[in-house]
């Protein structure tokens, strides 16, 4: 194994960053089980329900927004959290007049906006740091998939330009790489087949 010493400083941080990312994937992985099963528990309630009146399925309404509004602040994700507010907000709309539905309505409209900004202020910030740090077509797709998961957000159209841009230029690189390694094997099997002539006219003689 290579000693810690030999290494440069470049390759320390290379290191030190894929072992935060592996330990970021394995806390979103975690997360996002947790998120499946709390889920599940709200899909649960509703399947094959009897008949209700008209105050039993306020109530039943009121209660599940009330799940997803207590369920919402312990999803992982921003953008999981605004949708679990805006889905409460829905079922208290749908239960209006009952208990307290409306003002808790507007609460959760509330929280899924503020919820909504930070996960565009984050997402465009991420943005930024993935159009400083592309390499590769690869990282350009990563970028262009948070660029339209905040397309909604104006100030992210020069990102996207911008993702363009960068995209169209390691295309052109990929293909001048593909042109200069056919060229190389052309020249290659040129002058193999040189030798060979050479050879064999060197032998007859």
Known sequence: MENKKDLTEEELKEIRRRKRALRKKRLEKKKALEQLRMRSLLDEEEKSEPPETAEERCRRLYTKAKKKMGFAPHMYRREDQADMYRQAAELFG????????????EECRE????HRALYIEETYALINEQL????????????????????????VEAQRRACDDLEQRL????RNQK????????????AAAVVIIYIQ????I
């Open 94 to 105: 749908e239960a209006a007049g009952y208990e307290e539905a409306d003002a808790l309505r």
């Open 111 to 114: 929280r899924a906006k503020e």
């Open 132 to 155: 400083a740090q592309a390499k590769t077509l690869v990282d350009c797709h990563k970028m262009r998939k948070n660029i339209n998961a905040i397309a909604d957000f104006k100030e």
């Open 171 to 174: 295309l052109r690189r990929e």
């Open 179 to 190: 042109i200069l390694k056919i060229f190389a094997a052309a020249v290659v099997c040129v």
């Open 201 to 204: 006219g060197t032998v007859r």
